[in-house]
């Protein structure tokens, strides 16, 4: 596996830049928003470059793998689980006992051990999936939940 390195972080401009590039809906903006808890962001070693980031966020009351994305070019080598990872880490040390997540991968999500839920009787995690105009048609995002051992 390639080398990386892992880090908090609180520039958001560069994580909402790689989301948004990823097709999450997510805002290009450099102020925070009030929803996340903690942000990591994986960098390569030798050029600084961001490869791949995820959040920690409160939403609709309950705890959130509120947006993860490797870079288009990085997919397939296991970094997206080593993310996934570093929020569970953090969950568990906050004594969080469940994560949900809205994904757009739901069969990804499957394979890492998370469950399906009904949309209609979830809680309101999707941010912007409810409104967004390719669900449907082009997106089938799925409400997801993780219980945390």
Known sequence: MD?????????????S???????????IEDRVPERIIKMWRMDDP???????A??????DGVYSLGDIAVRADLHRR??????????FDEARKR???????????????????????????????AVYCTTCGKRGTLCHPEIMKYTLG
């Open 3 to 15: 080398e990386y390195i892992i880090r908090e972080t609180g520039d958001f401009l560069a994580l």
């Open 17 to 27: 830049t790689l989301f948004s590039e990823s097709g999450m809906g997510v805002r």
């Open 46 to 52: 030798s050029t600084g470059r961001l490869m791949a």
């Open 54 to 59: 995820a959040t920690l966020e409160m939403r």
């Open 78 to 87: 296991g970094y997206g689980r080593i993310m996934q990872k570093t929020v």
């Open 95 to 125: 004594g969080i006992k469940e994560l949900w997540a809205c994904a757009k991968e739901p069969d990804y999500y499957l394979k890492c051990g998370w469950r399906k839920m009904v949309w209609d009787e979830s809680p309101d995690i």
